[in-house]
């Protein structure tokens, strides 16, 4: 792995094109449709988020944070709030609770709605479980994301396989990747959506630049 981030470095590289291939190594490796690699799980947070409310929509990419006319609300289970809220917010989103399927349901009615959030280590001991939320938001076409950042990685999250359309894992936990990275994982095109808001694209994810190096050392990828 060190010999092929040193090969990476010394080198020039497509980050399209590696992202691309990488993209779907990550799949393979993971047992899921498509992965980006982040700068750390914050950025993939913010990603999905964006992914979530513009899509892979040029206009709307260019627009965030300003997110008038775009489903711009995130649901979270009452007692999900963590300290990456502002990850979630940044793309100019609004953070609504619910605490009980019914008021989820009732949620689920607002045509902004565009995502819901699922913090994965206090699931089970949440108000509602992914199961219900994915009953109710499937038929919206509502996507779900799970940070599961400080959880030991799988083959295949079983975050997925319980029906999220999104889950995160930290590079730099159990991964022992660098602390920089991070994996935004998931079906296909709410994970190239995320990626068509990332570094090098132009727009809210441009600063949130991850290096070739950190590209293939995370996703054991050939140069």
Request: glycine share 10%.
């Amino acid at each position: 792995v060190k010999a092929a981030m040193a090969r990476a470095g010394g080198q020039f590289v497509n980050i399209y094109e590696l992202m691309e291939q990488a993209g779907k190594r990550i799949g393979e490796l993971m047992g899921c449709e498509f992965g980006i690699v982040t700068p750390g799980s914050a950025a993939a947070v913010c990603l999905g988020t964006a992914g979530a409310v513009a899509g892979n929509d040029p206009e709307r990419i260019s627009r965030l944070p300003l997110t008038e006319g775009m489903r711009n609300k995130v649901l979270m289970p009452k007692g999900h709030r963590f300290s990456y809220d502002h990850a979630i917010r940044m793309v100019g989103t609004t953070i609504h609770e619910f605490a009980s399927k019914d008021e989820l349901a009732k949620m689920l009615e607002d045509p902004a709605v565009g995502m819901i959030c699922v913090y994965g280590l206090i699931e089970p001991s949440g108000p509602v479980s992914l199961e219900d939320m994915v009953k109710l938001a499937k038929p919206k076409n509502v996507p779900i994301m799970v940070d599961a950042a400080s959880e030991h990685i799988e083959r295949p999250s079983p975050w997925l396989v319980r029906g999220a359309d999104m889950v995160i894992y930290s590079g730099g936990k159990f991964l022992q990747a660098p602390q920089v990275t991070g994996l935004l994982l998931g079906k296909e095109k709410i994970i190239r959506a995320a990626w068509a808001n990332a570094s090098p694209h132009q727009g809210i994810g441009r600063p949130m630049k991850v290096s070739k190096e950190d590209i293939i050392e995370i996703g054991r990828a050939h140069v």
